[in-house]
C-alpha cells in the first residue's frame, strides 16, 4: 500500500512538471506566432507603401491596395482586407525601423499596435509601445493609458525629475487622475488615505506597476516624537522605498522638509541590504511649479504631483495637460532669465547643465 501511495505522488509529480512543460511550450507558440504575424503585417506595407511611393500617384495607390487586398483574401483570408491593409502601410510608416519592431512584437500583439497607430507623436507611439512591454499592458489597459494622457502626465513629471539620477524617468506622473476613489468635495486627508487603501488595486494600476504596499500611516519616534508618513510602499524594479504624503491643499515649501525627514529616518531604519535610497512622492490637490523648480526637490529623491479627483472632459483634460506643460516651461525659462539666479548658475555649473537639460526635454 505504501508502495502505491509513493507511485500515485510520482505520477502526479510528473504529471505536474509534463503540465508546467507543455504551458511554457504554448506560451513559446504564441509568442513566436505574434512575433512573426506582426512582422509579416510589417514587411507586407513596407513593401507596398515603396511600391506607391515610386509610382508616385495617389490615385495608383487606391487602385493598387484594393486591387490587392482583394487577391490576397482570397488566397490567405480575412487578415488582408483592404482596412488591414492600410494599416500595414500606416504600420511600417510610423514604426520605420524592423530591427526596434521585432523585440517589440515578441512582447506586443498586432492589437497593441493598431492601438498606437492613431497617436499623431512619435514619440508618444514609442512612449507606449515600451511601457506596454515592459509594464505587460493588456490592450484594454493600453486603451485606458492612452485615454487618460499617461504619456503626457508622465512627460511633466519627468520635467520635474530631470536626468538628476535620484529618481528615474517614468516612475511617476503628474497628475494623478484619483476619480475612481468617488470623494465627496469636502473630503480631509485621512479620507483621502482610507478611500485609496480602500481602491488599492487601482491606486496601484494608477501609480504603476511595480509598487508594492507596506504599510500605512508608518510610525516614526524622533527625539521621543511620533511622526507618521501617510503610505508606504516598496517598487519592486527599482528596489527602493517609495514614501507618500498626501495634502488636501497646495504645496508649501515646508512640505519638503517634511518629507526630507521620512526619507532620512527610512534610509538609517528601514533600508534592506540591497536597496537603494528611498524616495518620495508628495500628492497634493495642487502644486506650485515655480516653488518646486526652486526648491529643486529632485536632487533629494523628491517629486511632487497633483492628484484629480474627478477626470475632465476630454478637451478640458488635453487643455489642462499642455497649460501645464507650458507653464513648467515658462518656470524655467523664467528661472534662467532672473538676474539672481543667472549668477547663481554661473558659480554652479552643474545645476547649470541640468536647466538646460530639462529645458531641452519640454
Known amino acids: 500500500m505504501g508502495k502505491n501511495n509513493i507511485l500515485i505522488q510520482k505520477e502526479a509529480q510528473l504529471y505536474q512538471e509534463l503540465s508546467k512543460l507543455i504551458e511554457q511550450s504554448k506560451s513559446q ?25 515610386q509610382n508616385k500617384r495617389a490615385d495608383y495607390g487606391k487602385e493598387i491596395v484594393s486591387t490587392l487586398s482583394t487577391q490576397l483574401k482570397t488566397q490567405f483570408g480575412k487578415n488582408f482586407e483592404e482596412r488591414n491593409l492600410r494599416r500595414m502601410i500606416q504600420f511600417s510608416e510610423q514604426f520605420p525601423d524592423i530591427e526596434m ?36 499592458w493588456g490592450i484594454r489597459e493600453l486603451r485606458n493609458n492612452i485615454e487618460t494622457k499617461t504619456f503626457e502626465r508622465t512627460k511633466i513629471a519627468n520635467s520635474q ?11 511617476f506622473k503628474d497628475p494623478y487622475i484619483l476619480d475612481f476613489l468617488a470623494l465627496k468635495t469636502d473630503f480631509l486627508e485621512k479620507d483621502l488615505e482610507s478611500a485609496i487603501l480602500r481602491e488599492l488595486e487601482s491606486f496601484i494600476l494608477e501609480i504603476g506597476k511595480g509598487f508594492a504596499f507596506v504599510e500605512r500611516q508608518k510610525r516614526m519616534i524622533i527625539d521621543g516624537e511620533d511622526f507618521h508618513l501617510d503610505l508606504l510602499f516598496f517598487h519592486r524594479k527599482l528596489k527602493r522605498l517609495v514614501a507618500i504624503d498626501l495634502k488636501i491643499g497646495k504645496f508649501q515649501a515646508k512640505d519638503k522638509g517634511q518629507m526630507e525627514l521620512y526619507l532620512k529616518w527610512l534610509d538609517r531604519y528601514e533600508k534592506q541590504e540591497g536597496e537603494a535610497k528611498p524616495i ?26 497633483e492628484y484629480w479627483t474627478e477626470l475632465p472632459p476630454k478637451k478640458e483634460l488635453e487643455e489642462k495637460l499642455h497649460k501645464s506643460l507650458i507653464e513648467a516651461r515658462e518656470n524655467i525659462e523664467r528661472i534662467k532669465n532672473s538676474e539672481q539666479y543667472k549668477s547663481y548658475l554661473n558659480r554652479n555649473p552643474n545645476l547649470l547643465a541640468l536647466f538646460k537639460k530639462l529645458h531641452l526635454q519640454l
Open 29 to 53: 507558440v504564441v509568442s513566436y506566432a505574434n512575433c512573426t504575424l506582426t512582422t509579416l503585417f510589417w514587411q507586407v506595407g513596407n513593401r507596398i507603401r515603396e511600391h506607391i511611393l
Open 101 to 136: 519592431i521585432v523585440p517589440l512584437s515578441q512582447q506586443l500583439s498586432w492589437s497593441h499596435f493598431v492601438e498606437l497607430l492613431p497617436l499623431k507623436k512619435s514619440e508618444a507611439r514609442l512612449f507606449y509601445a515600451s511601457q506596454s512591454a515592459h509594464q505587460g
Open 161 to 171: 525629475i530631470g536626468k538628476s539620477g535620484n529618481i528615474p524617468t517614468n516612475t
Open 280 to 305: 518620495g512622492l508628495i500628492l497634493c490637490a495642487e502644486s506650485s511649479r515655480e516653488q518646486i523648480e526652486l526648491l529643486e526637490l529632485h536632487k533629494d529623491g523628491i517629486i511632487v504631483a
